[in-house]
């Protein structure tokens, strides 16, 4: 699929935040974006009332529409980002610093995502880089690399805002990875558009050294039914979601096994309650009540197979890592100038070597942790196994993620520890994204 097209897709107001980049004018796209600009002011966009949606049912008529591996790198591990990449890359660092970044503190203390931020999530299209294009997505291509690219952009304006903006494209994504042809049919549509629902991948249950491969929310068989009953924690907009993913342990269907439920925010027997946390305070994070929700044969993701749920798991735990990543790297940036410009002792503390060292470090560690997430999804788009990689990559998110941030705080001395200025929330988020299972794919 060619640049305009997939301009077409991402539609007018993602074009008009791309027509400001210097990267167009660079890869020589310049024209062929003016006359997507022209033709998607012709067509027009519909945006659906979020005031009582509805998912009506419909039928697929037919397979399923897949995402297809990318095979580009196929043989090689190559960083290098494609010039689609790279532009989707730019505006997404743009829209971080113009609309996360100004709006992180504010958030942080309100505790809750501000108003109409994900309606301008779409100018970068966030749900739309994991919908099959035959349901009005953006790529025929999956690219787990493209989708590390986005999260880490978003996550150098801020992190907390950054995980409520990527928690619906979660949704989308699952159901463009795993979903049959009736729920693609069903619910991508609402992705698509202008008005995107607020919907949450909902995994994490509220207990100590919390396993994803232990569920204690369970789905049993009732008729043709499924029930589900249990407690999830950490849900991003929990209270305003209009659509879930909700992991469950299936019993009475053979041996017990995880397995993804898709939950519409009317279904009976589903409360929802604010759960304000240490960090990620933005993304409004809330606790999840299931009490007997019946929902019908068809909301169950995959068929029930396992391997999804593996899947999701460990693309959740790249998703963290890019997230992590962008977040390390916003406190470095900010950590630099700071050192160099603040005088003790008439010189730069940066002059002090337990302060270059303790900087070189904080490099040293982002670098890991990037190369580690980037070969992780790498080897996602090429169909390959990455159990390993999205295993050392959630490690190296807990571990140096916290130390990034640790040292961040520790750099800037007695300021570190005030809002003033903004490592001391960029610690608490990192502290987070080394805890959370779940709620975001790539």
């Known amino acids: 699929m060619n640049l305009t097209d997939r301009g077409m897709a991402l539609g007018l107001r993602a074009l008009n935040r791309f027509a400001g980049l210097e990267v167009i004018d660079r890869i020589g796209a310049r024209g062929p974006s003016e006359r997507v600009v022209r033709v998607a002011a012709q067509r027009g966009f519909q945006a659906a009332s979020t005031i009582g949606r509805t998912f009506q049912p419909r039928s697929g008529g037919g397979q399923a529409a897949r995402l297809q591996p990318d095979r580009r790198a196929a043989g090689q591990f190559d960083l290098t980002p494609t010039d689609e990449q790279e532009m989707i890359r730019d505006a997404a660092r743009d829209f971080g610093a113009t609309e996360l970044r100004p709006a992180a503190l504010q958030a942080d203390t309100d505790g809750r995502t501000p108003d109409g931020l994900l309606a301008r999530s779409t100018e970068i299209g966030t749900t739309m880089l994991g919908v099959p294009e035959a349901h009005g997505g953006a790529v025929e291509e999956r690219s787990a690399v493209t989708s590390v690219l986005l999260a880490e952009a978003l996550a150098h304006g801020d992190l907390g805002l950054a995980f409520a903006v990527l928690a619906p494209a979660a949704v989308s994504t699952a159901v463009g990875l795993w979903g049959d042809a009736d729920q693609q049919a069903t619910y991508l549509p609402a992705f698509v558009g202008e008005d995107v629902p607020a919907a949450a991948l909902a995994v994490q249950e509220p207990r100590p050294l919390f396993d994803p491969f232990a569920l204690e929310t369970t789905a049993t068989r009732d008729g043709e039914d499924w029930v589900l009953t ?13 659509l879930f993913v909700i992991a469950a342990r299936i019993e009475g269907d053979g041996d017990p096994r995880p397995g993804l439920f898709l939950v519409e925010a ?18 409004a994070t809330g606790s999840l009540l299931l009490q007997d929700v019946r929902l019908p044969a068809g909301a169950l993701l995959g068929g029930g197979d396992p391997a999804v749920y593996a899947e999701a798991i460990r693309l959740g735990r790249v998703a963290w890592a890019a997230l992590a990543t962008g977040t390390a790297q916003a406190a470095l940036d900010y950590v630099i100038p700071y050192v160099n410009e603040r005088h003790a002792f008439g010189e730069p503390v940066s002059h002090r070597q337990g302060v270059a060292f303790s900087v ?11 190369l580690t997430t980037l070969r992780a999804a790498s080897r996602a788009d090429q169909g390959l196994s990455f159990a390993r990689e999205s295993a050392l990559a959630r490690r190296l998110t807990a571990d140096k993620g916290n130390d ?24 608490r988020d990192l502290r987070s994204a080394g805890v959370m299972e779940g709620a975001l794919l790539v």
């Open 404 to 427: 990034i941030g640790s040292q961040a705080v520790q750099m800037l001395g007695g300021h570190g520890y005030v809002k003033d200025h903004p490592v001391e929330r960029w610690y």
């Open 360 to 370: 070189s470090n904080m490099a040293i560690d982002l670098e890991s942790l990037r």
């Open 266 to 283: 009317t279904a009976a027997g589903l409360l929802a309650a604010p759960e304000p946390a240490m960090g990620l305070r933005a993304a």
């Open 230 to 242: 249990g407690l999830k924690s950490l849900v991003p907009h929990a209270t305003a979601a209009e």
